[in-house]
């Protein structure tokens, strides 16, 4: 793929997350609302509705079907982007790679050590420490989109391959920390799936009509060996082929992230947010938030862990001389950036509800959704002022 390519590549999924983002926002609202409305019991009804066959271990909430169902394709589409960034991408190049790299560990490694620190001997902290340390794709750029128009490209760039690199992160996370009651022939089952699509890529198989069958049943393998779903998702994400043969236009990644990049970030991921961010905001539920080591632990994790984690990182990186700071930009646009990196929003829920039991959770969740509103408020206020600063030396 040519540069020229791989940029418009670039603009194409900024856009598309753009929107999402804003749908997400939409959808977090009507999740407020209905959970806090005297409508309450019919949001709780249908998140707790349960359908599914028992036998293959699918008869999930409508809640569960949205976490394990809805964000394995959102995860497969990162698991494209990721892969196409590696191969072709910002993350191909080892200077330009290594910035957002060493960025999103900090952004990872910090909020950990902040979440250790506070809620150190807190009872679910050795998971919960994992909540604050994922950025929120579509969040963020919806907040970029919004603020900084007039922000070099490289820093959108930067931003971008930042959050893919987190995303790895937290899709390792998940992986290791979340996998319970393991089952090797359900394991098997999926191994021999996810073979059985690389030896189609790699022979050049198109027809949807073997892809989809394949891609439902890695996902039920997965699930039914214990593992988080999800996971299925990156893996085939992982496994498809990024560079175009002299016969195509597009590699099918790229084929596949056109069609299905709108429907997880307009779809999945808000109709997820939807029954996951429904969560009581009454005075007493506020206060538990404010009053309580594990949610402390998750909003200092996100605002000031995630601010330290990216900004210190990067700083140290280049003064070091070991990368190179994004093109056209200033140290503070980079500080913008990084307030951004605390908005968690989707992985993190997701975590939360992974990690905790559902009082705990509920309570993790809402501090989530405060980081995530004080980082993107005070990300937008800097990011304004560096847009209108760009703005009038254009």
């Not at 999740?31 to 699918?58: C, K, M, Q, T, V």
């Not at 987190?166 to 021999?192: K, P, Q, R, Y």
């Not at 829920?349 to 993107?376: M, T, Y």
Request: charged share 15%; hydrophobic share 60%.
């Amino acid at each position: 793929m040519s540069p020229a390519r791989a940029v418009s590549e670039f603009a194409r999924f900024l856009r598309t997350e753009t929107t999402g983002g804003l749908i997400l926002l939409a959808a977090t609202a009507v999740a407020l609302i209905w959970a806090n409305s005297p409508l309450a019991g019919s949001y709780e009804a249908l998140r707790d509705f349960r359908i599914g066959p028992e036998f293959l271990h699918l008869n999930l909430t409508v809640g569960d079907w949205a976490k394990d169902g809805l964000l394995a394709l959102f995860f497969f589409v990162a698991g494209l982007e990721l892969k196409r960034e590696l191969v072709v991408g910002e993350l191909s190049r080892l200077r330009q790679a290594v910035l957002p790299v060493l960025a999103a560990v900090g952004g990872m490694v910090v909020p950990a050590v902040v979440a250790l620190s506070i809620a150190w001997g807190t009872p679910g902290v050795d998971r919960a420490w994992a909540i604050p340390v994922a950025t929120d794709i579509a969040f963020a750029l919806g907040v970029l989109a919004l603020t900084a128009s007039n922000l070099p490209s490289s820093a959108r760039v930067f931003l971008l391959s930042l959050a893919v690199v987190d995303d790895l992160g937290a899709i390792l996370i998940i992986a290791i920390l979340f996998t319970s009651g393991f089952n090797l022939l359900a394991a098997g089952v999926a191994v021999v799936a996810l073979g059985l699509y690389a030896f189609l890529q790699h022979k050049r198989v198109r027809s949807p009509w073997l892809y989809v069958p394949l891609a439902l049943v890695t996902w039920a393998a997965v699930h039914s060996a214990g593992i988080h779903a999800t996971i299925a998702g990156v893996a085939l994400g992982l496994l498809t082929r990024v560079r175009p043969d002299e016969d195509e236009d597009d590699a099918p990644a790229v084929r596949l992230e056109h069609r299905l990049q709108p429907w997880s970030a307009a779809v999945a991921v808000p109709v997820f947010a939807l029954f996951a961010a429904g969560i009581s905001v009454n005075g007493e539920a506020m206060s538990t938030v404010f009053t309580t080591a594990l949610p402390l632990a998750v909003l200092f994790g996100l605002v000031a862990g995630k601010f330290v984690g990216i900004f210190g990182a990067s700083l140290l990186a280049v003064k070091l001389g070991v990368a190179e700071k994004p093109a056209g930009t200033s140290w503070r646009d980079v500080a913008a950036l990084s307030l951004l990196g605390g908005v968690g929003f989707t992985v993190s829920l997701l975590i939360a509800e992974l990690a905790l039991p559902p009082e705990a959770a509920e309570v993790a969740k809402a501090a989530v959704l405060i980081a995530s509103a004080i980082a993107s408020l005070a990300a937008a206020v800097v990011l304004l002022r560096r847009s209108r600063v760009h703005a009038k030396a254009a």
